[in-house]
Structures are given as structure tokens and as C-alpha cells.
């Protein structure tokens, strides 16, 4: 990542028309696949993400059973039609380290010790990438697992900050990160006001940093309305359907 030669500002505004604090278009639809437990669709702009819960259920691979909880397994993975050049299928060691982040962005939420012996099974794709695919995946994992019934603390949404241009900017897109100085992945469980995943690439000053993680708590606390009308919506449609 570094500064390039594209201005990513002009006229306090960002080369696709948004101000510095301002989300992306987002869409969210939940229950969007009928064979799994819980699923959602979540677009950030031009990134695109479905996520599908199975579970609790009993996995095939015994010897990964916990006594004392379930195991919460993700698997994040991009299309081969995501992004510009065609991807490989098989997962890249990028997808297997995003799986391990999301997991752990998921795993304080859930209340897993409600079943032991069993594994909560996550499935995320990306159908289009054009940045912040982490942080939408965490927005639809989330919301998955809440459709599928399992027990959470609360909702878990995402949006990442980067440094363009010398300004902070709020859910930057692929360009902005190519381009930027830097990137500030953020996940916030709001109703906890627990940060569940925090991660920077590039360099931030302490102020910096500090006005990063308001912009993002700001920016979060709005996708977490937008989840829970998602919800509202498709169990009120259920009812007025009954």
C-alpha cells in the first residue's frame, strides 16, 4: 500500500462523489438461501457478500468436538468472478487467514456453551469485490447466525477506515486502499460495546488513530440499524405471509 498518483480528494470529496464520513450504499436481505439454517446478502457499494449458517449440528470430524461449548468454524472464500483477474478456486492462505479473523470477530457473540459437542458452521463468499470484503463478511456472518436461531450477546457489524489523500475516510473502497496510506478494518458488537476485531495496515498517529476508531464506531452504529430492520422486515413479511 502507498500514496500513488491518484487523487483520491478533491473539493473536500471522494473520487466516486461521497464525503470523507460517508458509508458506501448498503443493502441487506436476510433468509436468501432456503436449504440453509440462516443466511444473508450484504452489499457495501460494489462488494458483495453472502454468508450461510449450518447448526448446531453434529460434524463428521468427531475429534474436533468440544465438551464445554460448540466450535464455531468459518470458511471465507472468494468467487472466482469476484475480482478483475479470475481468482483461483482453491482457497488462498489470505482466505484461510480472513477465516481465522472473521471466527474470532464472531466467536464473542455467540453463546456457544448452550451446545456442547456440536459445531456451528459459517460459509462466506464473496460474490464481488471492490473493498472492505472482511468487514461486510463479519455484517452478513452475523446476521446468518442470528436468522439460524443461534443464541447471541448481539449483533456484530463491520466497516473498515483508511488514510487517503492524508484524510481519514470512512468504508473505503478498493481504490481508496489501493491507493491509500492506510487501512483500519474495524468490527463493534454495539449493544456490548465490545471491539471484536481491530486490525491496520499501513501507519496511523495516536490522534489519528483515535478519530479512525470514532469514525468507524460512528459508521457501524448505522449498518447496525440497517441489521436489525433487516431482521424486523423478514420476520414481520413471515408473519403478515402466516
Not at 449440528?57 to 468440544?66: A, D, G, S
Not at 448452550?114 to 464473496?126: A, K, N, Q
Not at 463478511?137 to 473498515?160: D, F, H
Not at 487517503?164 to 478494518?185: F, K
Amino acid at each position: 500500500m502507498g500514496k500513488g498518483k491518484v487523487k483520491l480528494v478533491e473539493g473536500g470529496l471522494r473520487h466516486d462523489g461521497r464525503r470523507l464520513d460517508e458509508l458506501r450504499p448498503i443493502t441487506i436481505s436476510v433468509g436468501v438461501l432456503k436449504n440453509a439454517n440462516g443466511s444473508a446478502l450484504v452489499e457495501y457499494g460494489r462488494t458483495k457478500v453472502l454468508a450461510a449458517v449450518y447448526g448446531p449440528r453434529e460434524p463428521q470430524m468427531k475429534h474436533i468436538l468440544l465438551p464445554n461449548r460448540a466450535v464455531i468454524r468459518c470458511r471465507y472464500h472468494m468467487a472466482s468472478f469476484s475480482t478483475y483477474e479470475r481468482k483461483s478456486p482453491t482457497l488462498s492462505r489470505r482466505e484461510i487467514e480472513l477465516s481465522k479473523v472473521i471466527r474470532e470477530a464472531l466467536e464473542p457473540v455467540i453463546i456457544s456453551e448452550l451446545y456442547p459437542r456440536t459445531s456451528i458452521d459459517v460459509f462466506i463468499e464473496v460474490i464481488n469485490a471492490d473493498g472492505g470484503t472482511r468487514t461486510a463478511s463479519v455484517t452478513a456472518a452475523s446476521l446468518a447466525l442470528a436468522e439460524a436461531g443461534i443464541p447471541m450477546k448481539g449483533l456484530v457489524a463491520g466497516v473498515a477506515v483508511g488514510k487517503i489523500d492524508g484524510y481519514l475516510a470512512l468504508d473505503i473502497d478498493e481504490v481508496e486502499d489501493m491507493y491509500g496510506e492506510a487501512d483500519m478494518p474495524v468490527a463493534i458488537a454495539p449493544s456490548l460495546r465490545q471491539i471484536t476485531l481491530l486490525q491496520l495496515n499501513g501507519v496511523l498517529t495516536p490522534g489519528e488513530f483515535t478519530q479512525a476508531l470514532e469514525l468507524a464506531r460512528k459508521g457501524v452504529e448505522v449498518i447496525h440499524e440497517m441489521q436489525k430492520e433487516a431482521l424486523k422486515k423478514k420476520y414481520l413479511d413471515v408473519k403478515v405471509e402466516e
